[in-house]
T-cell receptor
Framework: DQQVKQNSPSLSVQEGRISILNCDYT??????FLWYKKYPAEGPTFLIS?????DKNEDGRFTVFLNKSAKHLSLHIVPSQPGDSAVYFC???????????FGTGTLLAVQP | EAGVAQSPRYKIIEKRQSVAFWCNPI?????LYWYQQILGQGPKLLIQ????????DSQLPKDRFSAERLKGVDSTLKIQPAKLEDSAVYLC????????????FGPGTRLTVT
């Protein structure tokens, strides 16, 4: 039962263009969503988050959009840089224990 | 501020052997998590500690996996005996409290079971 889904295993974007990473979820009780970035041989690093009471959160080049009715969120990176090349995980917080449920990740490759 | 420390970084063992992983969380972080990340999948929570008490171990295979967090600081995760399907990266994370939604991850231990 995959409650958080990232249907695109990989994405390739030209430097300077926009990268859009997508995430879908099934559990309407999720109240907080996070994006993590992971480089090879390193642990995931927190990138940006959004509460379920908001529909947009922006931090520099990174913006996360949440569409609760569609149970969909997306991460926009503008402009994309080669250093953004990494695996991006979407995660949802479920319940009072702060448990995070992760998607399977999307490998982003930003071409110079 | 020092990050989450884990050791060893890599471990290769044969099936039916035992193995242990160590984690030192960020100083002052009350909550500690162990995740298993199988290749091609996202991290899956195995166990969550609040100080030295277990908050959630619903996905921990208790017949072979065990974890402890003595004195509410360092933690060890043990597998005994290991199976081929235990090959994965084991990630430790910590957060300031159960109300803090961001979790800070260590570099992980890559386990290969042959």
């Amino acid at each position: 039962d995959q409650q958080v889904k990232q249907n695109s295993p990989s994405l390739s974007v030209q430097e300077g263009r926009i990268s859009i990473l997508n995430c879908d979820y099934t559990n309407s009780m999720f109240d907080y969503f996070l994006w993590y970035k992971k480089y090879p041989a390193e642990g995931p690093t927190f990138l940006i988050s959004i509460s379920s009471i908001k529909d947009k959160n922006e931090d520099g080049r990174f913006t996360v959009f949440l569409n609760k009715s569609a149970k969909h969120l997306s991460l926009h990176i503008v402009p994309s840089q080669p250093g953004d090349s990494a695996v991006y995980f979407c995660a949802a917080r479920g319940g009072a224990t702060n448990k995070l449920i992760f998607g399977t990740g999307t490998l982003l490759a930003v071409q110079p | 501020e020092a990050g989450v420390a884990q050791s060893p970084r890599y471990k290769i063992i044969e099936k039916r052997q035992s193995v242990a992983f160590w984690c030192n969380p960020i100083s002052g972080h009350a909550t500690l998590y162990w995740y298993q990340q199988i290749l091609g999948q996202g991290p899956k929570l195995l166990i969550q500690f609040q100080n030295n008490g277990v908050v959630d171990d619903s996905q921990l295979p208790k017949d072979r996996f065990s974890a402890e967090r003595l004195k509410g600081v360092d933690s060890t995760l043990k597998i005994q005996p290991a199976k081929l399907e235990d090959s994965a990266v084991y990630l430790c994370a910590s957060s300031p409290s159960t109300g803090g939604y961001e979790q800070y991850f260590g570099p992980g231990t890559r386990l290969t079971v042959t």
